[in-house]
């Protein structure tokens, strides 16, 4: 096996805040949050994507989640 090939067991998921803008019903902007876990906080962005496909949102920022231990 080719060492540069990735494992499923090496790779480690993370928790992340994605941090967002929408409209809710009477129109007004608000700002809201959705937790969820990835590799990245690239791939946090895209799975929050990837589930809200067709909803009009803007993605402001997207933080790791520090849990204590």
């Given at each position: 096996?080719?060492n540069?090939?990735?494992n499923i067991?090496t790779l480690r998921?993370?928790?992340?805040?994605?941090?967002?803008?929408?409209?809710?019903?009477?129109?007004?902007?608000?700002?809201?949050?959705n937790?969820?876990n990835a590799?990245?906080?690239?791939?946090?962005?895209y799975?929050?994507?990837?589930?809200n496909?067709?909803?009009?949102y803007?993605?402001k920022?997207?933080?790791?989640v520090i849990?204590?231990?």
């Amino acid at each position: 096996m080719n060492n540069t090939t990735r494992n499923i067991d090496t790779l480690r998921l993370t928790r992340f805040e994605v941090v967002f803008i929408a409209e809710n019903i009477t129109g007004e902007l608000v700002e809201c949050r959705n937790i969820t876990n990835a590799l990245n906080q690239y791939d946090a962005a895209y799975l929050f994507g990837q589930n809200n496909a067709q909803k009009k949102y803007v993605i402001k920022e997207v933080n790791e989640v520090i849990q204590p231990f």
